[in-house]
């Protein structure tokens, strides 16, 4: 299956910000795990080539751990730059059996995308779920599966 970007924001919107009828999470710790839970549901339904992605809910904690931190920062360009570090790094190393994700290429890229989320935080919530999707997506798309002899580097689709 191909990673479709309205289907994490669809997720994002309605578990991870606030909308209407709804409060913010009360901790960061809290809205780290809405918005990991979120994106490796979405991010398990990644593919390279033929093979799925075997460890992307095995891998959410690690992200939730990282992530509360970059939503702990105090301002939206820390905030910004540290989750797209925090999904980098979550993407990267996942496992694509029989091969590996190397490092996403467009995490500056993702970082003021995720800056302008949390630097606008009266856009609309769809908005905002949008964008940061298509960060999430961007760093996705960004990432080569190396596979081992005989097949080439796959791009996650």
């Known amino acids: 299956m191909v990673l479709v970007t309205s289907a994490l924001a669809t997720?994002?919107?309605s578990s991870?910000?606030?909308s209407e009828g709804r409060s913010l999470p009360s901790s960061a710790a809290e809205s780290a795990d809405?918005?990991?839970k979120a994106v490796a549901n979405w991010f398990s339904a990644a593919q390279a080539g033929p093979s799925p992605c075997a460890t992307a809910m095995a891998r959410k904690a690690q992200l939730m751990g990282q992530a509360a931190s970059a939503l702990a920062a105090q301002s939206a360009p820390g905030a910004g730059s540290a989750l797209a570090s925090a999904v980098a790094a979550y993407m990267t190393g996942q496992s694509f059996p029989p091969g590996?994700?190397?490092a996403p290429i467009a995490v500056?890229?993702?970082a003021a995308a995720f800056t302008a989320v949390f630097a606008n935080l009266t856009a609309p919530?769809?908005?905002r779920a949008n964008q940061t999707a298509a960060a999430c997506h961007l760093l996705a798309v960004s990432t080569i599966v190396v596979m081992p002899p005989p097949g080439p580097p796959t791009p996650v689709s």
Request: charge should be negative; aromatic fraction near 12%; hydrophobic fraction near 65%.
């Open 108 to 110: 500056p890229a993702a």
């Open 125 to 127: 919530t769809s908005a």
């Open 11 to 13: 997720q994002l919107e």
């Open 34 to 36: 809405a918005f990991a």
């Open 100 to 102: 590996v994700a190397s």
């Open 16 to 18: 991870w910000l606030a």
